[in-house]
């Protein structure tokens, strides 16, 4: 872009003695600053009229994509569009003015959501007991894997150190299991995508405390023996772990408590569209099946025989031992109630159009785009699909390059080299949020981009080329980032 606006940084566009403020007039009198708290010399801050930082904070706020301004088909990350009445219930006076500290009898609505959004999460998942205080999915999973970890060795079985996961898994399963001191046992897949049972088998044995899956799996495709596969892990002693990344498309349709799981995390902040992205906020809920209701962290919100709300830190509960807490308070509250908006908002009936939705745009895009984009299982999948690169390998157009030249149609790009199970990954998952004209264009794009590797690949190869910024070392952008301005030259004019 031509416009300094777009590229400049804010400094870039200063000029001395330039003002964008004006100060009252001085009422208090003059009074000298201490000399241990004066600046040995003025900070540098840049100079600006107000039209200039208007405009430049406007334009960069412009350049941040997300579900508001386009599609967005992050695969395993469920972009989903989060509802104006999410916000609106979320910035009531009435919630936003509470302080955690207040006495309970002050705040029994606020504990109210809490306690119905864990039983409504319960009944979705088909699990017992919910504790809505993780502040993300990877905390929720180091959570879940701490509850499976405290239940054998109050059983007395504390040889159980090894956890089971997929060769597909996300990245989080195997570093959480490794936080919470857990041997991390790999499981391989078959040519199909799904768990291989048969190499399974002669992993299992008295040293597993557990196995973590999510069904459908990072490939988008259900895994079939899942009843089979937890009794297996039960069998031998050991207990099912459901990483809810990709809960989307099963909202409606099936229950991970059902398929034998007994922990599950959600991301509340993907499946139930609360906003997510820019490191927050997020909220990891974990749910348990019956025998472990007791290991949930505290405090833990319950209604007493009277009716009343109160959490379990105020009250003695028979049988339940004092777990350590995960999170201060009750977890990131502004989201959970968010996401009780969610529910509540559409209800049980609509509530199951979500998942097969989700489904059916999947494969409508999968089915649409596969003669010009390798698909290396070619079956039905549930919310999201993988690619293998462009099928026309000769044209030496990448994954990456393709990504890049979506920036130009103004679409986000999807996950690519992800999973890695094959090379030119590339992750779409359109979330059923997305309407059929939506996604029509997507496809249109896509086979243009495809028809350009083979005519003319070399616009595709050097793409972006409408975005502020052109094609950068994503290597050296991320190992070596320029943090901070430094001013080289001192601008007089």
Known sequence: MNNKLYGNLIFELSHEGRQGYSLPKNSFGHHEVPADAKRAKDAELPECDEMTVVRHYTNLSENNFGVHNGFYPLGSCTMKYNPPINEEIANHPAFINLHPLQPEHTVQGALEVEYELQKNLAQITGLEEFTLNPFAGAHGELTGLMIIRSYHEKRGDAKRTKVIVPDSAHG????????????????????????????LKPLLGDDIAGMMMTNPNTLGLFEKEILEITKLVHDCGGLMYYDGANLNPLLGACRPGDMGFDVIHLNLHKTFSTPHGGGGPGSGA??????????????????????????????????????????????NYSVNLRALTYVLSLGKENFRMVGPLATLNANYIKESLKDDYELPIDTLCKHEFVFDGLKDKSTGVTTMDVAKRLLDYGYHAPTIYFPLLFHEAMMIEPTETESKDTIDGFIEVMHTIAKEARENPEIVKSAPHNTPISRIDDVLAATHPILTYKQLVNDKN
């Open 286 to 331: 974990v749910g348990v099946g019956k025998i472990l209701t007791e290991f949930l962290p505290q405090p833990h919100v319950i209604k007493t025989a009277d009716g009343k709300f109160t959490t379990t830190n105020n009250i003695a509960v028979p049988g339940m031992d004092t777990p350590t807490a995960v999170s201060a308070f009750l977890g």
């Open 172 to 199: 989080t399963n195997p570093a959480s299991a490794a936080v919470c001191g857990l041997e991390v046992v790999e499981v391989k897949s078959t040519p199909e995508g799904l768990v291989d049972v048969e190499d």
